[in-house]
Every structure is written in C-alpha cells, then in structure tokens.
C-alpha cells in the first residue's frame, strides 16, 4: 500500500479558471504560464488543463520541448530566453517564441545560423530590475533585432513587480506602465505585459494597460499573488493536497508534541499524526496553528512538522479516526491561507510538492 498522501490535480479548475482569464482580458490573446512543471502541477497535465490557452510559457528549454513532443502545436514562449547557441538552434527547429533580455541573447540570435523565422519578445526593465533592456537602450535593442532577416515578429514585454498590490508605496503597476509606454513608443509590435496581478488589476487600470497578450500564472493554479483571495476572484483550486491520520494519541496537561517539544498541551487534548511532512513539500518553518481540515472540520497543526509526519489537533472533530481523511490544502482549504500561516506564498507550496507524492487526476466538480 502506497502512502495515504496524494495530490489530486483538478483540470477541470484549470480550465474554469483560464475561462476567468479571458473573462476579465478579451480580446487579449493568453500565454498560460507552465514554468516550474507547471507550477508544480505536471507539465503535460498542465498542458491538457490549459488545453484552449494561445500558448503555453516556461523557462526550461528542454520542457519547450517536450511539449512539442507531446503534441502541443500552439506557441510556445521561453521566458527567460536562450542561454546559449544550442538553445539558438531550437528556436527554429522547434518554432520557439524566445524572450530576449540582454545583448548577449542578441549577439547569438545574429550568430546562428537559423533556417526559417523567429518570433521574440522583446523584454524591459520597467523598475523590477531583473531582466530586461532599459528603457533607454530597449530602442536600440529592438532595432538590432529588427535587422535579422530570420527575424519575423517582435512582441513588446515587461514584468510587474508588485502585482499583488496596485498602489505599492515604492513602485506602483501605473508607474511600470507609463516608463513602459515611454521606451515602446513608436515601436510596432504586440505588447505583453500582465502577470496573473495585471490581469487581476485590469477593470482598475483600464485604458491604461494595453495587452495584447497576458501572461498569467498563479491565477490559472487558483491561487493570488496576494491582496484579495481567490474566492473573492471566483477562481478554483487546481491541486488538493490530502491524506489521512494515521496515529492518535490522547494528552495530559503538560504533555509536549514533536521534535523540539515546541508544544505543550494545556490541557487534555487529542492529537493525530498525518502522514505529510516537510519531505513531502510541507514547510519545516509552519507553525502551530496553520489551518488543516480533518473530515472536513477546520482545526489546527500542533508542535514542529518532522519528515515524514506532522500532527493536528483532533479535540474538536468528533470521531476523528485512525483513516480520517486530511486535507492540506485545495477543496476546502485555499492554499493562500496555508502558505499565509506558513510565512510564504502558494506558489512556493505547489511548487515544492516533492516528488514521492503520489499524484492522481480528479475533477472539483464531478
Ligand atoms: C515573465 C513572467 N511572466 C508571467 C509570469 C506569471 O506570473 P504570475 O504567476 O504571478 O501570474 C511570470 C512568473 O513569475 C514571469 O516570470
């Protein structure tokens, strides 16, 4: 018998939360973000769940392709362009939309020796200061690029820092916008710039955020970059983290659970042991009082979480049981709210899903 726990991947919220997209984006074409194995979900079962998106994007050039290996024939962009001349070379083989980012990727896209045309994503620095041309030098880097006769369209892209709040007090989306517009004036092209934090933020920013493409993430996942919850954007959970309690044990006052003795009970209580634990993806650093649904009641993790094992505190689920059902997060349990408790963000915990967890495929809505 396998572990009790598994992660149930729903495609049908995948699909229900990319008709969301498009609800608050038409006529704007979708890029469905698929990096990170699809943000922990599988790449193909990312693939087949974003099966109507206009293209997929990830960072990894080997996972571009393999999905063309599996037949997936729509665009494909690499995020974080080509690192190096082999990677070139793929860009035309394997139709590849690249993003392009610094003067080296230029210089190897001028080197190679493509055989039919590219299409790229030309990338700006509009104030994260990761990737991207300046908007000072993006005119001169488009127009080299504009001179290689393999290359056919240029698309204009950026990235928000703080998507997940509209007025940062340091560096707001407008802002981003107008050095944006700024270092893309008079250049022809379609323009890219929203993360699932610009699509979220598009009826605030109307006129304001013209996309052409977006390129959301963690809200095709059902999860937020932050601010309001997922609900609150009626989006779905894609991934349902559960297991069973597959101990029990009955405390004193005084008694202490866990590595640590980090808790102690102040009174009588029950405890059970859920076979999760930070091998498995959970964070070691969660602390007690994380949310956890046991039979579908809501109550609380107790002590440090070890390996293999964490432990939840059953006083107040009536008949709980060796076998009750657990859930970490998903239907019932949005994983912004654990990863909140947890001190980081639900795209760390889809993300770090370790790979001895069982994964199943089960729709939210029969
Ligand atoms: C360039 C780019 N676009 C889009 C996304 C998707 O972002 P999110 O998951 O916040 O929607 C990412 C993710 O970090 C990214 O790096």
Redo the contacts with the bound molecule.
């Keep these: 018998m396998p572990r009790p726990l598994l992660a149930t991947i729903h495609l049908d919220s995948m699909q229900y939360n990319l008709a969301r997209v498009r609800a608050c984006t038409a006529p704007a074409k979708v890029w469905a973000?698929v990096?990170a194995n699809g943000?922990g979900h599988g790449l193909e079962r990312a693939m087949r769940g974003f099966a109507d998106a206009d293209g997929l994007?990830l960072i990894e050039p080997e996972y571009a392709v393999r999905l063309r290996e599996l037949g997936w024939t729509k665009p494909v962009l690499l995020?974080e362009g080509i690192f190096d001349a082999t990677d070139a070379a793929l860009l035309c083989h394997y139709q590849l939309n690249s993003?392009v980012h610094t003067f080296e990727q230029i210089e190897l896209i001028e080197q190679a020796k493509l055989t039919s045309p590219i299409d790229v994503h030309l990338k700006m620095n509009t104030g994260m200061n990761r990737l991207g041309f300046s908007p000072k030098d993006f005119p001169a880097a488009y127009a080299r690029l504009r001179a290689i006769p393999q290359v056919r369209d240029i698309a204009l892209?950026t990235?928000f820092a703080n998507?997940d709040t509209i007025k940062h007090p340091r560096l707001t989306l407008g802002a981003q916008v107008d050095a944006f517009n700024a270092g893309a004036k008079g250049l022809d092209g379609p323009r890219s710039l929203s993360?699932?934090?610009g699509?979220l933020h598009q009826p605030e920013l109307g006129a304001l955020l013209h996309n052409d493409w977006v390129?959301?993430?963690?809200?095709l996942y059902g999860a937020t970059?932050g601010g309001k919850s997922a609900q609150d954007y009626d989006l779905r959970p894609t991934m349902t983290l559960s297991s069973e309690i597959i101990g029990i044990q009955h405390l004193q006052a005084g008694d202490m659970v866990g590595y640590g003795s980090h808790f102690q009970a102040s009174g009588p209580m029950v405890i059970g042991v859920v076979a999760c634990g930070y091998a498995d993806g959970y964070p070691r650093h969660t602390p007690h009082g994380a949310p956890v649904l046991v039979d579908g009641v809501r109550t609380t993790l107790v002590g440090r979480v070890s390996m293999d094992m964490m432990m939840v505190d059953l006083s107040q689920v009536a008949g709980a049981r060796v076998g009750s059902k657990v859930v970490l997060w998903g239907a019932g349990l949005p994983i912004d709210e654990v990863a909140q408790a947890a001190g980081t963000i639900g795209?760390e915990l889809m993300c770090a899903v370790a790979a001895r967890v069982r994964v199943a495929e089960g729709n939210l809505h029969g």
């Design positions: 973000v990096k943000y994007a995020l993003a892209m990235h998507a993360n699932s934090g699509v390129r959301p993430g963690i809200m970059p795209y």
